[in-house]
């Protein structure tokens, strides 16, 4: 399994901006999105389930944040709205097991990214 992030940069605080996740095969599972700030530790941001495209947001990106996948290119997204300097972090993509439940744990997923860099200034 590979996933392979893209689409970080360094942005002001108000701004889009949109990460996708190369995802081959991985259609039948459960997806995520996590970020670690510097000196921080890991945090879930969303996910997204396999099936009935059932997704879930962390309080503090709820509103502003929308989880997506396009199985028939292998892509998973974030699209991240209204963005803060609080949201400055390595953005991770995480996989879980084939029909696997989706949610807020890291015991959820078994593979990960490499991350890719979200800087967001005031």
């Known amino acids: 399994v590979q996933l392979v992030e893209s689409g970080g940069k360094m942005v002001q605080a108000g701004d889009s901006l949109r990460l996708s996740c190369l995802a081959s095969?991985?259609?039948?599972?459960?997806m995520a999105w996590f970020r670690q700030a510097l000196g921080k530790e890991q945090e879930f941001v969303a996910s997204?389930?396999?099936?009935?495209?059932?997704?879930d947001y962390a309080d503090s990106v709820k509103g502003r944040f929308i989880v997506s996948r396009d199985n028939a290119k292998s892509m998973l997204f974030l699209q991240m709205n209204g963005l803060r300097p609080e949201d400055t972090a390595i953005y991770y993509c995480?996989?879980?097991?084939?029909?696997?439940?989706?949610?807020?744990?890291?015991?959820?997923?078994?593979?990960w990214g490499q991350g890719t860099q979200v800087t967001v200034s005031s």
């Open positions: 095969g991985l259609t039948d599972h459960p």
């Open positions: 997204i389930s396999w099936g009935l495209v059932m997704t």
């Open positions: 995480a996989a879980g097991p084939r029909y696997g439940v989706h949610g807020s744990s890291r015991e959820f997923y078994d593979d």
